[in-house]
């Protein structure tokens, strides 16, 4: 009988330590909390959206015959009564009279060139020169954006010709010059005798290209224009207006009027600034305020209306293109929302250090669905660090538990 509760007594006891150990390692290998690591993260908040360029603009009067040679490159600014343009009666009366502007130019810069190295030349300086303007060469080609390429070619040519003169391949350029000269004369006897110009009607950028929404896309929209009125107008497709030879715009300021979801609306307010790219890669990035924010019953999206007050060539054509709103560029620590605690009324995380809990504030610079970016701060204790382990789950959280108890 003893026998049989001794070896009853021994199987209880055996259960036992089986059930404790088998319980310990359980809390050993098994935790309620659970962490991740900190990392850094940088995201570019953007807004993509259709929509339409709003601005007050004066045509400039058209012609029933001949060619109009413009003074003036698109989006300069002009005075009102400047000529801005005249009427030749054949193209190549133009093609003359551009040849002989660019006489008159080459023979300027051969007459100065030929005068600044008439003394002792520094032949090692105009190498550097001619490599620095080939370079500046390739960077417009691989860029796209050509609208310095005629000036950097001549400054190679310059360059160029600087060193024909120092390396005494030539002696001077006065045998070019005789012939551009030549060239000149009797260019200008060819020149149409009946030419007529046109003047800017107002004080404004002069543009070259006037559409059919020149005069009716005007800054009165912006009193009492409704959104869908505004998506109607961003997606017609506005053709060159032929009866005019150009326009006007009026003012340092114009307006777009982009048309963005509910959502996208709350990125939004007034005073916000963006940097707005438009639809071709030829566009530099145009500073923008938001000035309106338009919502009514007639849409579901609601019209944010930005002031601009950049001027370019193809700023001045721009009408109805798309648009890429850049808002902010936000670089921090990436933290999601579940792991966001607060103590003491303040916001932050809990951090494993040293198998304790910590916590650690937050500083958000940015939010989304989900995550938050806190700052970067390596000065500051008191703020979660880089590579910190914080706890995204875990109940009766404290400062200094243990995350084995």
């Known amino acids: 009988m003893n026998n049989i509760s001794g070896k009853i007594l021994a199987v209880i006891l ?35 959206a259709k929509g339409i360029a709003i601005r007050d603009e004066v045509p400039v009067e058209g012609v029933s015959s001949g060619i109009v040679s413009y003074f003036y490159d698109d989006g300069v600014r002009v005075i009102t009564g400047t000529p801005v343009a005249e009427v030749h009666s054949s193209w190549q009366s133009v093609q003359n009279k551009h040849r002989i502007e660019e006489i ?77 000269e030549n060239e000149k004369a009797t260019l200008q006897n060819q020149l149409s005798t009946q030419v007529n110009q046109l003047f800017s009607p107002a004080y404004g950028y002069f543009s070259s290209y006037c559409d059919t929404a020149c005069e ?115 670089k921090g620590l990436k933290i999601p929302y579940k792991a966001l605690r607060f103590q003491d009324g303040l916001q932050g995380v809990y951090v494993v250090a040293n198998q304790v809990l910590e916590f650690k504030k937050v500083d958000i610079v940015y939010d989304d669905v989900g995550f938050f970016i806190s700052k970067i701060d390596g000065n500051n204790s008191d703020l979660v660090q880089l590579y910190d382990d914080i706890v995204t789950e875990g109940t009766e959280l404290y400062e200094g538990k243990s995350v084995n108890s």
């Open 216 to 330: 009716m896309v005007t800054t009165d929209l912006l009193l009492d224009a409704t959104v869908s009125q505004l998506e109607e107008m961003a997606e017609i497709q506005y053709e060159q207006n032929r009866s005019y030879s150009g326009k006007v715009i009026l003012g340092y300021n114009w307006y777009y009027a982009a048309l963005v979801s509910a959502e996208d609306a709350k990125k939004f307010s007034i005073g916000t600034t963006a940097s707005l790219y438009f639809g071709s890669s030829s566009f530099d990035a145009t500073p923008g305020t938001v000035t309106q924010m338009i919502q009514d019953d007639s849409s579901e999206k609601i019209a944010v209306i930005f002031s601009c007050d950049y001027m370019s060539q193809e700023i001045s054509r721009l009408r109805n293109s798309s648009v890429q709103i850049e808002l902010g560029t936000y």
């Open 104 to 180: 008159d130019e080459e023979i300027e810069r051969l007459s100065k060139i030929q005068k600044s190295t008439s003394g002792v030349a520094n032949v090692s300086a105009i190498s550097e020169e001619i490599e620095e303007q080939i370079g500046n060469l390739i960077s417009i080609n691989g860029s796209g954006h050509l609208q310095n390429a005629q000036q950097v070619c001549n400054d190679l040519q310059d360059a160029l010709n600087k060193k024909a003169i120092a390396i005494r391949n030539v002696s001077d350029f006065s045998d070019k010059i005789s012939q551009l």
């Open 14 to 48: 055996s259960l036992f330590l089986v059930i404790y150990v088998g319980y310990q390692v359980f809390r050993y290998l098994y935790s309620p909390i659970k962490t991740e690591s900190v990392q850094q993260y940088t995201i570019e908040e953007t807004v993509y």
